[in-house]
């Protein structure tokens, strides 16, 4: 079967949200779906944390409510977290754990599960913190194709809910377009449903297996 992480693409993954603690649990489920997509569920639980003290961060030292946005990326083999919000004065700053501080621990463990791979700069009037965590991967450039998985995906929530039309609307739909058309528009569909099945983690050429066979033992049935 042709794994998840080899089909779907991996470009940057964007998150609008809101600062606040209720935020945290629905943001850790998204990130876990997002990395297990990309093939990256042995990253899950350092990522959560680490995105998790990026936003606590925000709620804390800039307050809650504010306005930030999660952007997930790859900085080649390395999986980029970045949090950005609106405050450009207050800067995060790492302090020892042995202090017995409560507040500002945060960046501390971000720093050790990140190999001190973190950083913050100011972008435009926002300020963004920064972390990466080492992943195998090489080659994460397969984006191309995301667009026909997304619309793919639209074709079958329409399918699903779709109602067979009376006799009267099928004889009067007219002729929109010409054969020809008709037959690339559904080559089209079908090439993208390809694109969606293999984005899914789904066996493409199984699943066409299936499909012939089903549409034999239909057509074999009609009198």
Known sequence: MISVGDCVGRGPWVHKL????????????????????????????MAQVCVS???????????????????VAFNGPYLRLEVEDPDTRTLPTLIDASDGLESGRGMALVDTLTGHRWGV???GEAKVVWCE????????????????????GAILDLYESWQPPSEKSVSSRG?????????????????????????????????????QSHFEAEIGGVV
């Not at 779906?33 to 639980?45: A, K």
């Not at 080559?187 to 694109?195: F, N, P, R, S």
Request: charged letters at 25%; proline letters at 5%.
């Open 175 to 211: 002729s929109v377009l010409g054969s020809a058309l008709r037959e690339e528009a559904a080559i089209g569909v079908l090439a993208d449903v390809l694109h969606w099945l293999c984005a899914y983690g789904y066996d493409p050429d199984d699943v066409l297996d299936r499909a």
């Open 133 to 152: 965590l080492a992943t195998e991967l090489s080659d994460t450039s397969n984006s191309a194709h995301a667009p026909r998985v997304t619309r793919a």
């Open 18 to 45: 809101v600062a606040q603690p209720r935020e945290l649990s629905n943001l850790r489920r998204t990130l876990r779906l997002r990395l297990i997509l990309w093939g990256l569920p042995d990253h899950v639980d």
């Open 121 to 123: 700069f100011v972008r």
């Open 53 to 71: 003290e990026l936003v606590t961060n925000v709620i804390q030292h800039v307050g809650e409510g504010t306005p930030a946005t999660l952007r």
